[in-house]
């Protein structure tokens, strides 16, 4: 298993600003992801950060928004950039202990609560 | 693409029942499959993860089971109780990224089980 620990858990920020998102895990992981849950819908995945180079986006998502940092395996930053109210969401950071091919859970965090206002 | 839905959206049931919670996905092309709840306000906890070749998996009240071929699962619920309320999610991982990609979820179903 894996213990993950979110930075803020809550914030609210002005329209304009920037957030940034800390994500600290207990062990040293391979994979690590970074999810958007909007009000009333379900995880989507916004990016794979990889370690040592640049993140993987998924389709709707930009670097230039999200940029995301992954300087060692046990941490990552996901910064939520020009925030407007449609950005009001829970970011959730996602990791899966173990090597890739291998059949392991996934596991997160608490997920920081962000409102724009 | 992948897309993964569950049936009911919402469950209000009372206390004791045994509950079946349905997700399907529509590309049998799967790594594992991985149930979660989420408590309102909370993270994500992992249930139950079956791999691509199991059939199902146990853990205390909970029995899920995996049909790829018919792009199908269910999560049991045995002697549901008031602390089981929350919304259960059903997600998937794609074969293609062997098992490295990110997890395709469900809308989730918002059960109460009634004291």
């Known amino acids: 298993s894996a213990v993950i620990s979110q930075k803020p858990s809550r914030d609210i920020c002005q329209r304009g600003t920037s957030l940034t998102i800390q994500c600290q895990v207990d062990s040293q992981v391979t994979m690590m992801f970074w999810y958007r849950q909007q009000p009333g819908q379900s995880l989507t995945l916004i990016a794979t950060?990889?370690?040592?180079?640049?993140?993987?986006?998924e389709s709707g998502f930009v670097i230039d928004k999200f940029p995301i940092s992954r300087p060692n395996l046990t941490f990552s930053t996901l910064t939520v950039s020009n925030m407007s109210p449609e950005d009001s969401s829970i970011y959730l950071c996602s990791v899966t202990p173990g090597q890739v091919g291998m059949n392991t859970e996934a596991f997160f965090g608490q997920g920081t609560r962000l409102t724009v206002v | 693409k992948q897309e993964v839905t569950q049936i009911p959206a919402a469950l209000s049931v009372p206390e004791g029942e045994n509950l079946v919670l349905n997700c399907s996905f529509t590309d049998s092309a799967i790594y594992n499959l991985q149930w979660f709840r989420q408590d309102p306000g909370k993270g994500l906890t992992s249930l139950l993860l079956i791999q691509s070749s199991q059939r199902e998996q146990t853990s205390g009240r909970l029995n899920a089971s995996l049909d790829k071929s018919s792009g199908r699962s269910t999560l049991y619920i045995a002697a549901s109780q008031p602390g089981d309320s929350a919304t259960y999610l059903c997600a998937v991982r794609p074969y293609s990224g062997g098992g490295a990609d990110g997890l395709t979820f469900g809308k989730g179903t918002h059960l109460i089980i009634q004291p």
């Open positions: 950060a990889n370690q040592g180079s640049e993140a993987t986006y």
